[in-house]
């Protein structure tokens, strides 16, 4: 038992000094670490620039479009700050980032807010691409339903599926980055916008809402039945509702229609 507690208590000193922003205590890591060939420092320190580089290296990986807009020296200083209040949950790496939208639209900068809010659209890119697909709606489906059926039918969004609605037009600034026509430390232009983000088969979409169009996909999205979304539609062109239903299915935004 006594070993046991040993363990425990070198485990728990070597994971501080690894989240340590400041090297190990020379006398302590002699007392503590094996050194061989190299100082007990030293061995210390590999482990603690190797964790915090691999971390750096997964929120690069999920983050490119923010790397981008903030520079590579800055957004590694950002994410290693993160990275002292927010050791990983789990063994796995593939959601360490969730936190890093909230985490940036705490900070007191002046681009801490288009930078969450394009955070918030990466992230929702790497949950669509990791989320299970699972069915998919059947337009043809929509064609069955009795008049009687539209007051009761919900539809059921894809697990992949996010809407986001943002103060910045970050689809337009992600795409743009896409493209390669946005310069580095240029930042969304302010403007409300609305994107969701799904996926369907290997393709992940990002289809730009109309401000009209916002609430009726976010009424569907919540269960509201098919007539009553419609009716609390305000959007004023029947062809443009038309088209952007046939989009959103296409794209693969619901896994089908339930009747209740």
Do not use: K
């Amino acid at each position: 038992m006594n070993g046991q507690h040993e363990l425990a208590g070198l485990q728990r000193w070597l994971f501080e000094r690894v989240l340590d922003a400041a090297p190990a205590d020379a006398e302590a890591a002699a007392a503590l670490v094996v050194s061989g060939h190299l100082p007990a420092t030293d061995r210390v320190e590999v482990y603690r620039h190797g964790y915090a580089a691999r971390l750096v290296e997964c929120l690069e990986d999920d983050y490119p479009a923010l790397q981008h807009a903030l520079g590579a020296g800055p957004f590694e200083a950002l994410c290693r700050s993160f990275i002292q209040g927010h050791p990983p949950p789990s063994p796995s790496l593939n959601y360490y980032g969730a936190p890093l939208a909230q985490f940036i639209a705490a900070r007191p900068e002046r681009w801490s807010q288009p930078a969450s809010e394009l955070a918030q659209l990466e992230w929702a890119l790497v949950e669509a691409i990791h989320a299970e697909e699972g069915e998919r709606l059947d337009s043809a489906a929509l064609g069955r339903l009795s008049p009687e059926d539209w007051s009761r039918a919900r539809l059921v969004p894809s697990p992949t599926l996010r809407l986001l609605g943002t103060r910045h037009a970050v689809a337009d600034h992600y795409q743009a980055f896409q493209e390669g026509s946005v310069a580095s430390e240029h930042w969304p232009s302010p403007g409300e916008s609305a994107v969701a983000v799904c996926r369907r088969e290997a393709d992940v979409w990002r289809v730009r809402i109309p401000t009209a169009l916002t609430p009726l996909l976010s009424s569907l999205i919540s269960g509201t039945p098919l007539l009553t979304a419609l009716e609390g539609c305000t959007a004023s062109d029947p062809e443009e509702l038309q088209r952007a239903f046939q989009d959103w299915v296409a794209c693969g935004m619901f896994s089908g229609v339930r009747v209740e």
